[in-house]
């Protein structure tokens, strides 16, 4: 029953590699996800928040104005140290909730963690495998002009502000280069497969 943690940085392909995973049979637990619903209207999370960084970043429907919580937080780490405080233990508590559930289908699950944040958050937690989608920084820089309308300048800020790939290689078990074609993509997922999962 591996759990295992997938992360890469903006634009790293790491959800390709989570959907093939999804394909051949993993539960795909999605860290993003689950910050969505720990935000959700009327949370304590959600009224933390808003305590913490003025009550106009939530909408008039109640939800997140994520765009406004952002601008606020954005370039300003003592900020972002305060966000997390208020969002990772939630967070954290319902991952585990979970692993929990998917590992209660059967001793062959093999459960998947797709976390953005595996560097900066969770890299101490007890992974049995830690699989890193890895594409050299001026790629993905290139991939969010292309593909997600972005100025170089945006891009690189968004780049800049996560984890360096070399912190995230630091941790990985299993590195899955993405910036060849999809095709090369997949098939180095599809090994790992076999090794997370292989026939009796």
């Not at 394909?23 to 969505?36: F, M, P, Q, T, Y």
């Not at 890895?134 to 170089?152: I, K, N, Q, S």
Request: aromatic share 4%; glycine share 8%; proline share 5%.
């Amino acid at each position: 029953m591996p759990l295992v943690a997938l992360t890469g940085g903006i634009a790293s392909g790491k959800s390709t590699i989570a959907r093939r995973l999804a394909e051949h049979g993993a539960v795909v637990v999605d860290a993003d996800a689950i910050v969505r619903s720990v935000q959700a209207p009327g949370s304590p999370v959600l009224a933390a928040i808003a305590d913490e960084f003025g009550g106009d970043v939530i909408l008039a429907d109640g939800t997140l104005d994520r765009a406004a919580l952002a601008g606020r937080v954005f370039g300003h780490p003592d900020r972002v140290a305060r966000l997390n405080a208020i969002v990772h233990p939630a967070v954290r508590a319902e991952s585990h909730r979970r692993f929990e559930e998917a590992f209660a289908g059967g001793p062959e699950s093999v459960v998947v963690y797709d976390v953005p944040l595996l560097a900066e958050a969770r890299a101490d937690d007890a992974w049995d495998r830690v699989v890193v989608a890895h594409a050299p920084a001026a790629e993905r820089a290139a991939r969010l002009v292309a593909l997600r309308g972005m100025t170089e300048a945006e891009a690189g800020a968004r780049i800049a502000s996560q984890a360096s790939d070399e912190e995230r290689l630091r941790l990985a078990d299993v590195v899955i280069d993405t910036s060849g074609t999809i095709e090369d993509t997949l098939r180095q997922v599809d090994v790992l497969w076999t090794e997370l999962h292989p026939r009796p």
